[in-house]
């Protein structure tokens, strides 16, 4: 099964776009395990308004991303052959899919309600932040709409000579508790068995 991760920039106050929705706070001085990253990915989901970011540099960006799925109900088929739109109708069908089937991994690239859609469905693998020296103070939260807790457990951690921190989380499993049996009536011991 192929794994999907987030692999975002963030500000020390947890924005992932500046008030102005711009991005020029992001260091860009050197590869910051990009290169790496991209060895081992090459597919990407993405939404509707960080697709528009890039349309028609699709190949410029990402020469090694073999497939582009956008996650968004308004934008039409794309012509191109790297892309495919996918409806929110169908997107968890669609994303289930594609996990099955043997890859690289596959690079969450945002925004953040997909984020929250991903985290919800616990269809996330991996986190890798990479957390900026900036405090931003109004911006696009990079969590929105999280109904309930997400317990991570930490994998690595990176720092560069620029104070960038990269931060590698993955999801804590998750007991279902449903799952135990917990009528003890059918278990072959009855009440008047059990002594103290």
């Keep these: 099964m192929r794994k999907v991760i987030l692999n975002l920039a963030m500000s020390l106050?947890?924005?992932?776009?500046?008030?102005?929705?711009?991005?020029?706070?992001?260091?860009?001085?050197?590869?910051y395990g990009m290169t790496d990253f991209f060895s081992n990915t090459d597919t990407i989901f993405i939404g509707r308004k960080?697709?528009?970011?890039?349309?028609?540099?699709?190949?410029?960006?990402?020469?090694?991303?073999?497939?582009?799925?956008v996650f968004s109900d308004t934008l039409p088929p794309s012509s191109h052959p790297k892309v495919k739109v996918v409806n929110q109708a169908s997107w968890e069908k669609e994303v289930n899919s594609i996990l099955q089937t043997d890859g690289p991994d596959i690079w969450l690239f945002g925004g953040a309600s997909l984020v929250s859609?991903?985290?919800?469905?616990?269809?996330?693998?991996?986190?890798?932040?990479?957390?900026?020296?900036?405090?931003?103070?109004?911006?696009?939260?990079?969590?929105?709409?999280i109904k309930s807790r997400v317990d991570l457990a930490l994998l690595d951690t990176q720092t560069y000579n620029t104070g960038l921190v990269q931060l590698r989380y993955t999801l804590k499993p998750v007991f279902d508790f449903s799952l135990i049996n917990t009528d003890y009536t059918h278990s072959g011991m009855e009440s008047d068995d059990i002594s103290i």
């Excluded at 008030?19 to 020029?24: L, P, V």
């Design 50 to 69: 960080s697709f528009e970011l890039i349309t028609g540099m699709e190949d410029i960006y990402f020469p090694a991303i073999q497939k582009i799925y």
């Design 13 to 31: 106050d947890g924005f992932i776009e500046d008030a102005n929705g711009a991005y020029d706070w992001c260091f860009n001085d050197q590869d």
């Design 117 to 145: 859609s991903f985290l919800e469905k616990r269809l996330l693998n991996e986190l890798l932040l990479s957390v900026h020296p900036i405090i931003l103070g109004a911006g696009k939260p990079l969590f929105q709409n």
